[in-house]
């Protein structure tokens, strides 16, 4: 029980100490974006998804390259397909959540910058189509739809190649780096205008400078990323040695529990938006972690392993699908809302449910 305490304490601090970093982090990479000239929803999609993601892939990297025995390569290979499963759904749902729980705020807001002549918001669930009460919103859907189904078509292919097997195979993973290079490119030129930072707060290692050094912008997004990346993964050692102690299979802990810590960044910045009314940047942050995890991990994965998928793996990426059609098909009818996004997190749950009768 002493060592189960231990473990736990532990655990807590690496999620604390992965939510201040993530404070720190998106206010330097917002300002990062300023520097580099990068337009608002670029920051989400390209700089603060390529930063929380880079653990993951490191891990999955070292895992299918450097790996001497099957085991330690089949860990890269659930990385990279628990990562874009934890996204599209535990992420997707905590922001929504996060809508839902600062809404009360938010129309408080409304009612003291309302007009005196009178006219009413819209509900907090109407369809993004209409006129949608003041933090519900969700910044260019048609734009979100666009990356879902870029994500969906890729991932679709991604599933199927780990169905087969032929000689050529491995070298598929190069189609996948390259399909990342399209989106990247793709993303800089559509990520709208750039701006001068007259919006942001002050970075937080120079608070009393309106305008910071450029040295310490890029100080303050690396600092943070090398804290997220060791948190991460101590939080993730954490899970595997708790999982045995209170009577969960290693299988369980590794396809269930850990793709959601290490996601924990993405979910952390998600909330840290919400919470500053930028759930457009959150969203697009999600979107874009998504589509470097259903590249560039994959790629690595299909290029240094057989990339062969057992029922549990297949299970993961059916349950992604799955989420991403519900996600498409309310954005499709403009129903896509704080509630309806929070319904996502429970594909996590089927998932996990599922999960059982396909490792017995």
Not at 26 to 38: D, F, H, I, M, S
Not at 136 to 155: E, Y
Request: charged share 15%; proline share 6%; with cysteine.
């Amino acid at each position: 029980m002493r060592e189960l305490m231990l473990h736990v304490v532990i655990l807590l601090a690496c999620a604390v100490a992965i939510y201040l970093s993530c404070e720190w982090f998106v206010n330097a990479v917002e300002w990062l974006g300023v520097r580099l000239k990068v337009g608002p929803l670029a920051v989400g999609t390209l700089l603060a998804a390529f930063g929380t993601a880079l653990p993951e892939s490191v891990v999955t990297f070292i895992a299918v390259v450097f790996g001497s025995s099957p085991d330690q390569k089949d860990i890269g290979v659930g990385a990279a397909m628990g990562g874009p499963l934890a996204l599209a759904t535990v992420a997707y749902g905590v922001t929504g959540f996060m809508m839902l729980t600062s809404r009360r705020r938010v129309r408080a807001a409304a009612r003291t910058a309302a007009p005196v002549g009178g006219g009413t918001a819209a509900p907090p669930d109407a369809p993004s189509g209409a006129a949608a009460a003041p933090g519900d919103d969700l910044g260019d859907t048609d734009k979100l739809a666009r990356d879902q189904r870029w994500f969906l078509a890729i991932f679709v292919v991604k599933v199927a190649v780990g169905l087969v097997a032929f000689a050529y195979k491995p070298w598929l993973g190069l189609l996948f780096f390259a399909a990342y290079a399209v989106y990247f490119w793709r993303e800089l030129r559509d990520g709208g205008e750039h701006g001068d930072g007259a919006d942001l707060e002050p970075l937080l290692l120079q608070r009393r400078r309106e305008v910071p050094a450029t040295w310490a912008v890029v100080t303050q997004s690396l600092v943070t990323l090398v804290i997220i990346f060791f948190a991460s993964q101590l939080f993730v050692h954490q899970l595997d040695a708790i999982g045995p102690m209170i009577g969960l299979p290693a299988a369980v802990t590794a396809l269930l529990l850990s793709p959601i810590a290490t996601e924990l960044p993405e979910i952390m910045n998600a909330i840290i938006w919400v919470r500053q009314g930028k759930t457009p940047l959150a969203l697009a942050n999600i979107s874009g972690a998504m589509m470097i995890q259903a590249t560039v991990p994959s790629g690595l994965g299909i290029l240094f392993t057989p990339w062969r998928f057992d029922g549990a793996l297949l299970l993961s990426g059916v349950v992604t699908m799955a989420a991403m059609v519900f996600l498409l098909a309310m954005l499709r009818t403009g129903r896509l809302t704080a509630r309806t996004l929070t319904m996502a997190a429970a594909f996590y749950a089927v998932f996990g449910l599922c999960l059982i009768p396909v490792l017995s």
